[in-house]
Protein backbone atom coordinates (compact mmCIF):
# COMPACT_ATOMS: atom_id res chain seq x y z
CA UNK A 1 0.00 0.00 0.00
CA UNK A 2 1.46 3.34 -1.21
CA UNK A 3 0.10 6.34 0.54
CA UNK A 4 1.21 9.64 -0.71
CA UNK A 5 0.79 13.35 -0.93
CA UNK A 6 1.85 15.51 -4.13
CA UNK A 7 1.26 18.99 -4.89
CA UNK A 8 3.70 19.40 -7.82
CA UNK A 9 3.78 15.81 -9.24
CA UNK A 10 6.81 14.90 -8.01
CA UNK A 11 5.58 12.61 -5.10
CA UNK A 12 3.25 10.95 -7.39
CA UNK A 13 5.90 10.22 -9.97
CA UNK A 14 7.84 8.21 -6.97
CA UNK A 15 4.51 7.01 -5.72
CA UNK A 16 3.65 5.60 -9.15
CA UNK A 17 7.28 4.17 -10.12
CA UNK A 18 7.10 2.44 -6.53
CA UNK A 19 3.90 0.69 -7.13
CA UNK A 20 5.53 -0.57 -10.32
CA UNK A 21 8.23 -2.11 -8.69
CA UNK A 22 6.11 -3.29 -5.69
CA UNK A 23 2.27 -3.01 -7.16
CA UNK A 24 -0.43 -2.23 -4.31
CA UNK A 25 -3.13 0.60 -3.87
CA UNK A 26 -1.99 3.89 -4.35
CA UNK A 27 -3.75 6.10 -1.88
CA UNK A 28 -4.04 10.19 -1.68
CA UNK A 29 -3.68 11.66 1.62
CA UNK A 30 -5.24 14.35 0.31
CA UNK A 31 -8.41 12.51 -0.55
CA UNK A 32 -8.41 10.38 2.20
CA UNK A 33 -8.70 13.23 4.83
CA UNK A 34 -11.33 14.93 2.90
CA UNK A 35 -13.02 11.83 2.61
CA UNK A 36 -12.46 11.35 6.39
CA UNK A 37 -10.82 7.39 5.54
CA UNK A 38 -7.80 7.08 7.26
CA UNK A 39 -8.26 3.32 8.55
CA UNK A 40 -7.09 0.47 5.87
CA UNK A 41 -6.95 -3.44 6.02
CA UNK A 42 -3.17 -4.94 5.51
CA UNK A 43 -2.29 -7.91 3.81
CA UNK A 44 -0.19 -10.21 6.36
CA UNK A 45 2.58 -9.93 3.73
CA UNK A 46 2.08 -5.96 2.90
CA UNK A 47 4.72 -3.90 2.39
CA UNK A 48 3.44 0.26 3.35
CA UNK A 49 5.29 2.84 1.87
CA UNK A 50 4.91 6.72 2.73
CA UNK A 51 5.43 9.06 0.23
CA UNK A 52 5.72 12.46 0.92
CA UNK A 53 7.69 15.98 0.48
CA UNK A 54 9.78 17.81 3.05
CA UNK A 55 8.21 20.69 4.13
CA UNK A 56 10.33 23.01 6.03
CA UNK A 57 12.64 19.99 6.89
CA UNK A 58 9.81 17.62 7.85
CA UNK A 59 6.68 15.72 6.75
CA UNK A 60 4.50 17.94 4.73
CA UNK A 61 1.78 19.24 6.96
CA UNK A 62 -0.77 17.26 5.71
CA UNK A 63 1.19 13.88 5.61
CA UNK A 64 1.34 14.74 9.56
CA UNK A 65 -1.82 14.82 9.89
CA UNK A 66 -2.62 12.04 8.37
CA UNK A 67 0.11 9.82 9.98
CA UNK A 68 -1.51 11.16 13.31
CA UNK A 69 -5.23 9.71 12.33
CA UNK A 70 -3.66 6.64 10.31
CA UNK A 71 -5.05 2.97 11.46
CA UNK A 72 -3.89 -0.12 9.98
CA UNK A 73 -5.84 -2.81 10.59
CA UNK A 74 -4.00 -6.49 10.60
CA UNK A 75 -0.58 -4.67 11.11
CA UNK A 76 1.51 -7.43 12.77
CA UNK A 77 4.90 -5.82 11.99
CA UNK A 78 4.82 -5.22 8.21
CA UNK A 79 7.47 -3.36 6.69
CA UNK A 80 6.76 0.26 6.53
CA UNK A 81 8.86 2.56 4.60
CA UNK A 82 9.61 6.80 4.23
CA UNK A 83 9.90 7.71 1.06
CA UNK A 84 11.03 11.94 1.45
CA UNK A 85 11.22 13.84 -1.72
CA UNK A 86 13.16 16.76 -0.84
CA UNK A 87 14.52 19.88 -2.71
CA UNK A 88 17.81 19.80 -0.65
CA UNK A 89 17.95 18.43 2.22
CA UNK A 90 14.97 16.32 5.15
CA UNK A 91 16.34 17.70 8.20
CA UNK A 92 15.20 15.19 10.66
CA UNK A 93 11.89 14.57 9.07
CA UNK A 94 12.35 10.98 9.12
CA UNK A 95 12.73 11.19 13.18
CA UNK A 96 9.49 12.95 13.14
CA UNK A 97 8.01 10.52 11.10
CA UNK A 98 9.29 7.48 13.25
CA UNK A 99 7.54 9.11 16.28
CA UNK A 100 4.32 10.03 15.06
CA UNK A 101 3.80 6.93 13.36
CA UNK A 102 5.09 4.92 16.94
CA UNK A 103 1.95 6.68 18.79
CA UNK A 104 -0.33 4.84 15.96
CA UNK A 105 1.64 1.38 17.32
CA UNK A 106 3.33 1.15 14.09
CA UNK A 107 7.15 0.73 13.16
CA UNK A 108 8.70 3.03 10.62
CA UNK A 109 11.59 -0.30 9.60
CA UNK A 110 13.09 2.71 7.14
CA UNK A 111 13.24 6.13 5.80
CA UNK A 112 15.11 7.38 2.39
CA UNK A 113 15.34 10.06 0.57
CA UNK A 114 15.09 11.31 -2.84
CA UNK A 115 15.84 15.09 -4.38
CA UNK A 116 13.74 16.27 -7.02
CA UNK A 117 13.30 19.86 -8.74
CA UNK A 118 12.68 22.41 -5.82
CA UNK A 119 9.07 23.95 -5.52
CA UNK A 120 9.14 26.45 -2.55
CA UNK A 121 9.15 29.89 -3.51
CA UNK A 122 7.10 32.11 -0.87
CA UNK A 123 10.36 33.47 1.24
CA UNK A 124 13.33 35.88 -0.44
CA UNK A 125 16.17 33.75 -1.64
CA UNK A 126 13.99 30.68 -2.43
CA UNK A 127 12.97 30.13 -6.42
CA UNK A 128 12.51 26.96 -8.58
CA UNK A 129 15.73 25.52 -9.51
CA UNK A 130 17.60 26.84 -12.85
CA UNK A 131 16.62 24.69 -15.79
CA UNK A 132 19.51 22.92 -16.10
CA UNK A 133 19.86 22.20 -12.09
CA UNK A 134 15.80 20.72 -12.45
CA UNK A 135 16.89 18.58 -15.22
CA UNK A 136 19.97 17.20 -13.48
CA UNK A 137 17.51 16.48 -10.73
CA UNK A 138 14.94 14.83 -12.59
CA UNK A 139 17.53 12.58 -14.71
CA UNK A 140 19.54 11.21 -11.36
CA UNK A 141 16.02 10.56 -9.96
CA UNK A 142 15.47 7.00 -11.38
CA UNK A 143 19.09 5.98 -10.26
CA UNK A 144 18.12 7.29 -6.43
CA UNK A 145 14.97 5.16 -6.82
CA UNK A 146 16.61 2.08 -7.68
CA UNK A 147 18.86 2.19 -5.09
CA UNK A 148 16.19 2.50 -2.37
CA UNK A 149 14.35 -0.32 -4.40
CA UNK A 150 16.95 -2.59 -4.56
CA UNK A 151 17.51 -1.32 -1.10
CA UNK A 152 13.71 -2.47 0.06
CA UNK A 153 14.16 -6.01 -1.37
CA UNK A 154 17.06 -6.89 0.41
CA UNK A 155 15.45 -5.57 3.71
CA UNK A 156 18.52 -3.67 4.35
CA UNK A 157 17.54 -0.21 4.48
CA UNK A 158 20.51 2.15 4.94
CA UNK A 159 21.14 5.45 6.33
CA UNK A 160 23.40 6.67 3.32
CA UNK A 161 20.13 6.74 1.73
CA UNK A 162 18.47 9.46 3.58
CA UNK A 163 19.64 12.89 3.20
CA UNK A 164 19.79 14.90 6.35
CA UNK A 165 21.72 17.87 5.52
CA UNK A 166 23.68 19.93 7.85
CA UNK A 167 22.54 21.49 11.05
CA UNK A 168 19.39 19.04 10.37
CA UNK A 169 18.34 19.76 14.63
CA UNK A 170 18.12 23.30 13.94
CA UNK A 171 16.11 23.13 10.77
CA UNK A 172 13.45 20.75 11.96
CA UNK A 173 13.31 21.89 15.57
CA UNK A 174 13.98 25.60 15.64
CA UNK A 175 12.86 26.66 11.98
CA UNK A 176 10.02 24.10 11.37
CA UNK A 177 7.99 25.34 14.24
CA UNK A 178 8.40 29.23 13.43
CA UNK A 179 7.69 28.20 9.31
CA UNK A 180 4.79 26.56 10.69
CA UNK A 181 3.11 28.92 13.70
CA UNK A 182 3.44 31.98 11.40
CA UNK A 183 3.25 30.61 7.81
CA UNK A 184 0.29 28.17 8.02
CA UNK A 185 -3.00 29.13 7.60
CA UNK A 186 -3.19 32.44 6.29
CA UNK A 187 -4.47 32.86 2.67
CA UNK A 188 -4.84 36.68 2.48
CA UNK A 189 -1.84 37.15 0.52
CA UNK A 190 -2.60 34.72 -2.44
CA UNK A 191 -4.39 36.12 -5.53
CA UNK A 192 -5.16 36.02 -8.99
CA UNK A 193 -3.77 38.58 -11.83
CA UNK A 194 -5.77 39.99 -14.58
CA UNK A 195 -4.53 37.17 -16.57
CA UNK A 196 -6.72 34.30 -14.50
CA UNK A 197 -9.31 32.75 -17.03
CA UNK A 198 -11.08 31.24 -14.24
CA UNK A 199 -10.65 27.85 -15.39
CA UNK A 200 -11.55 27.13 -11.71
CA UNK A 201 -8.07 24.43 -11.64
CA UNK A 202 -6.62 26.20 -8.09
CA UNK A 203 -9.71 24.99 -6.84
CA UNK A 204 -9.85 21.56 -8.17
CA UNK A 205 -6.22 20.61 -7.35
CA UNK A 206 -6.26 22.06 -3.74
CA UNK A 207 -5.76 19.65 -0.86
CA UNK A 208 -7.74 20.83 1.60
CA UNK A 209 -10.58 22.52 -0.41
CA UNK A 210 -9.18 26.10 0.58
CA UNK A 211 -10.01 27.99 -2.77
CA UNK A 212 -13.29 28.69 -4.48
CA UNK A 213 -14.74 30.63 -7.45
CA UNK A 214 -16.71 34.11 -6.36
CA UNK A 215 -19.12 34.85 -8.66
CA UNK A 216 -16.90 36.84 -10.23
CA UNK A 217 -15.04 33.28 -11.49
CA UNK A 218 -11.92 34.32 -9.72
CA UNK A 219 -10.55 32.70 -6.94
CA UNK A 220 -10.67 33.37 -2.93
CA UNK A 221 -8.33 31.61 -0.68
CA UNK A 222 -9.74 30.74 2.88
CA UNK A 223 -7.59 29.95 6.15
CA UNK A 224 -6.65 26.27 5.62
CA UNK A 225 -3.72 27.08 3.53
CA UNK A 226 -0.91 24.40 3.89
CA UNK A 227 1.61 25.99 1.34
CA UNK A 228 1.68 23.32 -0.80
CA UNK A 229 1.55 25.63 -3.72
CA UNK A 230 -0.11 23.61 -6.11
CA UNK A 231 -2.50 26.48 -7.18
CA UNK A 232 0.50 28.52 -8.05
CA UNK A 233 2.33 25.67 -9.53
CA UNK A 234 -0.47 24.37 -11.97
CA UNK A 235 -1.94 27.49 -12.77
CA UNK A 236 -2.22 27.48 -16.41
CA UNK A 237 -2.12 31.03 -17.03
CA UNK A 238 0.57 31.51 -14.52
CA UNK A 239 -2.36 33.82 -12.66
CA UNK A 240 -1.55 32.91 -9.35
CA UNK A 241 0.94 35.29 -6.97
CA UNK A 242 1.65 35.41 -3.32
CA UNK A 243 1.82 38.82 -3.08
CA UNK A 244 4.95 40.17 -4.84
CA UNK A 245 7.02 37.40 -3.23
CA UNK A 246 6.46 35.06 -6.47
CA UNK A 247 6.23 37.73 -8.83
CA UNK A 248 9.37 36.86 -10.53
CA UNK A 249 10.25 33.90 -9.63
CA UNK A 250 9.46 30.84 -11.98
CA UNK A 251 7.00 28.03 -11.54
CA UNK A 252 7.25 24.66 -12.07
CA UNK A 253 5.20 21.06 -12.46
CA UNK A 254 6.57 17.25 -12.65
CA UNK A 255 6.74 17.03 -16.60
CA UNK A 256 4.70 13.61 -15.95
CA UNK A 257 2.07 15.64 -14.21
CA UNK A 258 -1.46 15.78 -16.39
Known amino acids: MIFYFSATGNSLW ?4 LAREFG ?5 VAEALRAG ?7 AAERVFLVFPVHAWGPAVLAERFIGR ?7 GQEVYLVCVCGDDCGRADRLARRALARRGIALTGAFSIQMPNTYI ?8 ADAVAAAKLRAAPGRLGEIIRSVRE ?3 SAAL ?6 AWLKTYLVRPLFIRFLMGRGGKFRATGACVSCGLCARVCPTGNIALADDGRPRWGDACVRCLACVHRCPARAVEYGKATERKGRYRHPGLE
Open 14 to 17: VARE
Open 24 to 28: GTQVS
Open 37 to 43: RTTYRLG
Open 70 to 76: LTLEGYD
Open 122 to 129: LLPGFDVD
Open 155 to 157: GRP
Open 162 to 167: YERGAA
